[in-house]
């Protein structure tokens, strides 16, 4: 079993910056990447930012060169930079993590955080 818990979200001004931080315990050796994921009222979750253990990220389009992903390996910590905040980036934000279970038919096992609040104020 894996245990994520976020924290860092808040109330913000547009333009302003928060850092969100996902503290992850037990099992972490199976974890093969870390993300971010979103959900506004009436939307669908989905992704922001992921890392994999081998450091490679990827970001969703709408949030490409102001939000950063990166990782402390020594604290099992992933962290979410989020700079030049949007009113639209208001959401709960998750902490997501996943083991591949079977690489053959992309099966895998994710576990997730409790969420935190951000909003953004315009």
């Known amino acids: 079993q894996v245990q994520l818990v976020e924290s860092g979200g808040g109330l913000v001004q547009a333009g302003g910056s928060l850092r969100l931080s996902c503290a992850a315990s037990?099992?972490?050796?199976?974890?093969?990447?870390m993300g971010w994921y979103r959900q506004a009222p009436g939307k669908q979750r989905e992704l922001v930012a992921a890392?994999?253990?081998?450091?490679?990220?990827n970001y969703a389009d709408f949030v490409k060169g102001r939000f950063t992903i990166s990782r402390d390996n020594a604290k099992n910590t992933v962290y979410l930079q989020m700079n030049s905040l949007k009113p639209e980036d208001t959401a709960v934000y998750y902490c997501?993590?996943?083991?591949?279970?079977?690489?053959?038919?992309?099966?895998?096992?994710?576990?997730w955080g409790q969420g935190t609040q951000v909003t953004v104020s315009s």
């Open positions: 890392i994999t253990s081998g450091g490679t990220t």
């Open positions: 037990g099992s972490i050796f199976s974890i093969n990447a």
């Open positions: 997501n993590g996943y083991r591949i279970v079977d690489p053959a038919l992309g099966r895998r096992r994710d576990y």
